[in-house]
């Protein structure tokens, strides 16, 4: 018998539903299934492969509204974050279905005979997503999976399964085969591990935190299997004193309290310098008091409530009564798991506000006071997923952008996901990348052959 998950609306704390959870004998089932459906799917022609997967970027494109209020009734994302993370599937299964097409292999020149590759799938692959993202993260595992041949086998956050599972009926509306793409809600600790254990799974790839993610490569190493890392992060927003200080304050919170800071590449630390960190804070204060946090369905709303109960009491835990708060925004009083952007004034580096990923809406103001302070300061920890520099001195801008240990920095902005650029981590912030034009490559293993023309 399954068990079953009551699924919370964060933002009013009523159930939504209740979702049967995969048991372990389920979910190697459902990986038998996965297994016997590779032969057929990674021999469909590779225009076929790539029309199925525009037919389903459309079926997204179709139900995207309702995808996206999926996620707000879910999640308590924005209804306008919402559309964007549901267009973000439907674009990034457009980009990849050119790729079935242009799996090109290498003439490579040799003695004796004529050598070529192949770029063959890896087979059964497992995507393991967390609930910040629940769409996107989902897209980036899968979209490129399947365009390389490979059959998936995708595991939500316990917390947010909904759109997860309807995407799975999307996929299957556009015609791609049933057990070539299935979803299967349930635990990490049991189809998660199934995913890790499993020796029909040839890879994982998992977002989430830095602490699972050590025992995932560790369960994936005794196998020698195939593993992607995307895990946390704590970037520093760095503000020159030469930048544009009130663009560089406006823009500020949003680095940070967008999806209510749970975000692996939020800026929950700016540093500024010295020299203009009291004005900075001037700026800043109206900037965060002007965040709009509220009903996350309305469309004014810019900032919804953290995933659950149990996460809000995690944030919370970060502010004691002598913690030095410079200010705060607000946040609604009543139902719901509420907490208002809020910035500190750590004073000491090693202050677990500075080195610890809150991933909540609180974010620490340092004063730096030369480039090489705000460098070392940038890398002072174990993280180096992303990053802002804001300068008006453009060999600043990428003396620093060279300097800083992150895979994904921006100038005088804010983003760090773009489809058609890499993502990933330096140091404990992941292993591998995903994004861009060459993440097929990450779900394919190069085979050699030599034929030769001796006579
Ligand atoms: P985790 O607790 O690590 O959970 C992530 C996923 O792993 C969930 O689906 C979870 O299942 C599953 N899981 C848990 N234990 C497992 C195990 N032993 N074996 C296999 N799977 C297991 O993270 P979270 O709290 O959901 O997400 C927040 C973290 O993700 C933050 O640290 C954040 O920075 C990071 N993150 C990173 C990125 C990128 S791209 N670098 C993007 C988003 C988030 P359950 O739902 O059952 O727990």
Redesign the pocket.
């Not at 595991?155 to 917390?159: D, F, G, I, T």
């Not at 998992?206 to 699972?212: A, C, D, I, K, M």
């Given at each position: 018998m399954s068990s079953t998950f009551d699924v919370i609306n964060p933002a009013t704390e009523e159930v939504v539903r209740s979702v049967a959870l995969t048991s372990a004998e389920e979910t190697d089932a459902a990986i038998a299934r996965a297994q016997a459906a590779l032969p057929a799917w990674r021999a469909v022609a590779p225009g076929d492969r790539a029309r199925l997967l525009r037919r389903f970027a459309d079926a997204v494109d179709a139900d995207l509204e309702n995808l996206a209020r999926l996620e707000v009734t879910n999640s308590g994302h924005t209804i306008g974050n919402a559309r964007w993370e549901a267009g973000n599937v439907r674009d990034v299964l457009h980009y990849y279905s050119a790729a079935p097409e242009r799996l090109l292999g290498k003439q490579i020149p040799v003695p004796g005979g004529v050598n070529v590759t192949f770029a063959e799938p890896l087979g059964v692959v497992g995507v393991?997503?967390?609930?910040?993202?629940p769409m996107p993260?989902a897209g980036w595992g899968f979209a490129p999976a399947l365009a390389a041949g490979n059959t998936v086998v995708l595991?939500?956050?316990?917390?947010t399964p909904l759109t997860a599972l309807r995407l799975a009926e999307l996929a299957r509306e556009a015609g791609i085969p049933e057990d070539v793409f299935q979803v299967l809600p349930g635990?990490?600790?049991v189809v998660?591990?199934r995913f890790?254990e499993h020796a029909g799974v040839r890879k994982v790839v998992?977002?989430?935190?830095?602490?699972?993610g050590k025992?995932?490569m560790a369960g994936c190493a005794a196998r020698v299997k195939r593993v992607t890392l995307?895990?946390?992060?704590k970037n520093a927003n760095i503000v020159f004193a030469d930048a544009d200080l009130a663009k560089a304050a406006a823009t500020a919170p949003y680095g940070v309290f967008d999806n209510a800071g749970q975000d692996?590449c939020a800026r929950s630390r700016i540093l500024v310098q010295a020299s203009v960190y009291e004005k900075f804070l001037e700026l800043l204060e109206p900037a965060v008091k002007g965040v709009v946090v509220g009903d996350p369905g309305a469309e004014a709303t810019e900032m919804g409530p953290l995933i659950s109960a149990q996460h809000l009491e995690k944030v919370a835990s970060y502010l004691a009564p002598d913690t030095p708060v410079a200010f705060r925004g607000s946040a609604p009083e009543g139902p719901g798991f509420w907490f208002p952007p809020t910035v500190v004034l750590p004073k000491s580096p090693a202050d677990p506000l500075v080195t610890e990923?809150i991933?909540g809406p609180v974010v620490a103001v340092q004063p730096f006071e030369t480039e090489a302070d705000a460098i070392a300061q940038a890398n002072d920890t174990e993280y180096g997923?992303s990053g802002s520099i804001w300068t008006s001195d453009v060999g600043r801008a990428l003396r620093v952008s060279r300097g800083v240990e992150a895979g994904n920095l921006s100038v005088n902005s804010h983003s760090s996901v773009r489809y058609w650029t890499p993502?990933g981590?330096f140091k404990q912030?992941?292993l591998g990348r995903e994004l861009g034009p060459d993440a097929v490559e990450a779900f394919t293993e190069t085979k050699n052959v030599f034929i030769s023309t001796e006579e």
């Open positions: 393991i997503v967390p609930w910040n993202f993260i595991k939500p956050a316990e917390l635990k990490g600790s998660g591990q890790v998992f977002t989430g935190s830095t602490e699972v025992q995932i995307e895990l946390g992060g692996c990923e991933f997923l993502f981590g912030s992941g």
